[in-house]
């Protein structure tokens, strides 16, 4: 259904304009986020496409919906915004894992980091579980970071017809190309993504009660320094990320080795509080200082499957933890 604003004899710009725009908000930072792979930058856009529509309101006629005309907005803005950047990758987008466990890390390359998606921001979206359930699965850390690898335009139209389902000829008027235009740029897109992203079968979830089993014991092991019973909760082709590093290991027992000899020393330095991200289940990390205080440390995103946990990207940033709603210490 097409929406259409009314004149405002009393000129209640403001209170028009919220009220056709504001419930788009959460979607729209979404999806700046799986265009840009930073939640800090795609607040920047959204903000930048809320200011756009807000000044040439009064010339909106309601020809197209409101959701359209602040796609095509924010579209423009991301594209723009992209011009000047570079992907954001994880370590495993940059190189092979390293095989020695006891080395010492590589510092932290030059690289601007794919950021996680606290689950918290979608809280204003939709109601309707199966559009919650298809937006967290869109989000998933593996795609969003597969997603980078696509050229801006591409990334786009990827996005506006796979993940939100517009139609050819919506996204061709959204981008100012040609329906033909837009299935080729689709075509190429999916051709490039089918290499990186993960499979239907790689987003199945798990039962909960099993997935909530799985992640109790998680926290334990790591509040203990209980390196046996962490061995016994990864699968087999475990993989570990850890930015800004870019060293990362793939494997059971090297995963399990870096963890045993490197983090995992001494039990209780170390609490864990559960959060959700990219809609998978996270940690945040908060390590014990000299001060006796636990100090923001890292939030820990799992990919969660039904024989253990296969992948665990350790976002080492405490600037993140202010998205997530988290205090950066804790008694």
């Given amino acids: 259904m097409t929406e259409t604003t009314v004149a405002d004899p009393a000129g209640n710009h403001d209170d028009g304009f919220a009220r056709l725009a504001d419930p788009h908000r959460p979607e729209l930072l979404a999806y700046c986020y799986r265009m840009l792979g930073s939640v800090h930058d795609a607040e920047d856009l959204v903000q930048e496409t809320y200011l756009r529509a807000w000044r040439s309101f009064e010339a909106f006629e309601g020809r197209a919906s409101m959701r359209s005309w602040l796609y095509r907005i924010a579209t423009n803005a991301c594209l723009t915004a992209l011009e000047h950047r570079k992907r954001r990758p994880l370590p495993s987008g940059l190189g092979a894992p390293t095989d020695d466990t006891g080395s010492a890390m590589a510092p932290p390359p030059e690289v601007t980091w794919l950021q996680p998606f606290p689950d918290r921001l979608l809280?204003?979206?939709?109601?309707?579980?199966?559009?919650?359930?298809?937006?967290?699965?869109?989000?998933?850390?593996?795609?969003?970071?597969?997603?980078?690898?696509?050229?801006?335009?591409?990334?786009?139209?990827?996005?506006?017809?796979?993940?939100?389902?517009?139609?050819?000829?919506?996204?061709?008027?959204?981008?100012?190309?040609?329906?033909?235009?837009?299935?080729?740029l689709l075509q190429r897109a999916r051709a490039q993504l089918g290499q990186a992203a993960p499979s239907q079968d790689d987003t199945t979830e798990t039962p909960a009660a099993h997935q909530r089993e799985l992640l109790d014991r998680y926290a334990a092991a790591f509040e203990n320094a209980d390196i046996a019973a962490l061995m016994a909760l990864l699968t087999e082709d475990a993989v570990l990320e850890m930015p800004p590093t870019s060293t990362w290991f793939a494997g059971r027992e090297r995963v399990g080795g870096f963890f045993g000899t490197r983090v995992l020393t001494v039990p209780g330095v170390f609490r864990m509080t559960a959060t959700m991200a990219n809609g998978q289940p996270a940690f945040a990390m908060y390590k014990r200082g000299p001060d006796g205080v636990r100090h923001a440390h890292a939030i820990m995103v799992l990919t969660v499957a039904h024989d253990g946990i296969e992948q665990v990207v350790a976002f080492r940033d405490p600037g993140i933890f202010d998205l997530f709603g988290l205090p950066a210490t804790v008694p």
């Fill in 123 to 184: 809280r204003a979206g939709s109601d309707d579980p199966a559009a919650i359930v298809a937006t967290r699965a869109s989000l998933r850390l593996a795609l969003v970071a597969a997603l980078q690898h696509l050229p801006p335009r591409q990334r786009a139209v990827l996005i506006l017809r796979d993940v939100l389902a517009l139609r050819a000829a919506e996204v061709a008027e959204l981008l100012d190309l040609s329906v033909p235009a837009v299935k080729s």
